[in-house]
Nanobody
């Protein structure tokens, strides 16, 4: 049984940085897609960024230039470095991965507030 284990997150002031990590536990075929989504209260879940196993990345316009996604394919782990955080980045961040199945992490709260 594959589970995605997230770490990182928390409370940070505007302009600060946080790093999220997500690792797939258990034996599984390599993930060809790794991504982070987020959901703020009262809003729809949105894709923040994703990365394919060839290294191709996508970023939502709202985070371009501030967030950086990276992966360790051998460890089935994905990282999201978030810099220059803004109050509107406040949300529950969820990790997502796919091989021949889809998996979601448990969610990590990120709060940006002074």
């Amino acid at each position: 049984q594959v589970q995605l284990v997230q770490s990182g997150g928390g409370l940070v002031e505007p302009g600060g940085s946080l790093r999220l990590s997500c690792a797939a536990s258990g034996s599984s075929p390599s993930m060809w897609l790794m991504a982070w989504h987020r959901q703020a209260p009262g809003k729809q879940r949105e894709l923040v960024a994703n990365i394919l196993n060839d290294g191709t990345t996508y970023y939502a316009e709202s985070v371009k230039g501030r967030f950086t996604l990276s992966r360790d394919g051998a460890k089935n782990t994905v990282y999201l470095q978030m810099n220059n955080l803004k109050p509107e980045d406040t949300a529950l961040y969820l990790c997502y991965m796919r091989n021949n199945q889809a998996y979601w992490g448990q969610g990590t709260q990120v709060t940006v507030s002074s």
